[in-house]
């Protein structure tokens, strides 16, 4: 059997993404540039014989899927597993505005903790969780198969950590661009990293998260 392949897209850009506003599991519309992006990842993905199309449901995630399914011609699947880490009280603020009216839950954010739990939101540790399992389960459903899943920045940056064996609170230093396609296959009961970050189908800017 072949390797099951998960082609994991951050979504495009957005208006919160352009303001350096944290979203979490609120939401905020693509930018132009967002909906340029995306489909450009449909352009891209008409050629990879893409076997099933998976979402966050997410507004940003949902528009920037429906765009790719444009040019694919398949459903897009909605899994609520596959949204951003909450981040509670943080939503929409900027990180100015973050650490000055949270000065303490901006200290247990900022320590990477993987186990802080955000007020009113969730810890990285539980996003992963929930993130993982449902890698786990898209497998098991489509083994062989390669599967677009459109999600989030957060949630990508811990699943590739957590691919990797690297510490969840190692400081990051790779990026996690706005329509970024990222390739994890599952082959012996392992998964590996074939690819992160490309973003060879964007003539333009694509920004990374705060």
Known sequence: MQPTQILAIRHGETVSNRAGRFQGQSDSPLSPLGIEQSQAVGRRLKHASVNVLYSSDLGRALHTANLIASHLGQPVVQDVRLRERHLGVFQGLSAEEAAAQFPEANQGFRSGN????????????????????????????????????????????????????????????YKRQNASINTFSREKGRWYVESWGDVAHLSGQSLDDI
């Open 114 to 173: 993987p186990e802080f739990v955000m007020p009113e939101g969730e810890s990285m540790r539980q996003s992963l969780a929930r993130f993982a399992a449902c890698c786990e389960e898209l497998y098991e459903r489509h083994q062989g198969q390669s599967i677009a899943v459109v999600t989030h920045g957060g949630v990508l940056s811990t699943f590739f950590r957590h691919v990797l064996g690297l510490p969840l609170d190692a400081p990051r230093r």
